[in-house]
């Protein structure tokens, strides 16, 4: 399977700007978009991760892991977030243990949201 990295990419991160400025979301997916994403990761940009007094936020999932909410980023996090996100894609269940996350994944994690299982 495959990883999503969503990027929202309406983010102001508690900025005032002028309605046509880039967002910090728009410059951090552009920052990640722009690096070479980690084998089996897929950056997508969202319109809204409903973090917006944590923002610029980013979610990593994939369907039977943990996901992760992380905010309070900027595009010069963008090495660590695809650190980050490789890393939980070398799992099987998306729980990167503390000390192999990298220290913006320790310090600025929004929520942590248990897989979905399908009703049998």
Not at 54 to 71: F, H, I, R
Request: glycine share 10%; proline share 8%.
């Amino acid at each position: 399977m495959t990883v999503t990295l969503h990027v929202c990419t309406t983010c102001r991160a508690g900025e005032v700007l002028e309605e046509d400025a880039p967002r910090p979301g728009a410059l951090l997916h552009a920052a990640l978009t722009g690096a070479t994403a980690p084998e089996g990761v897929n950056i997508v940009g969202v319109e809204c991760l409903s973090a917006c007094s944590q923002g610029a936020a980013v979610a990593l999932s994939e369907p039977g892991k943990w996901t992760y909410v992380y905010g309070r980023l900027t595009k010069d996090d963008a090495g660590d977030i695809l650190a980050g996100a490789a890393a939980y894609a070398a799992t099987t269940d998306g729980l990167v243990p503390w000390r192999e996350r990298p220290v913006i994944f320790r310090k600025q994690s929004l929520a942590r949201i248990p897989p979905m299982e399908l009703p049998k």
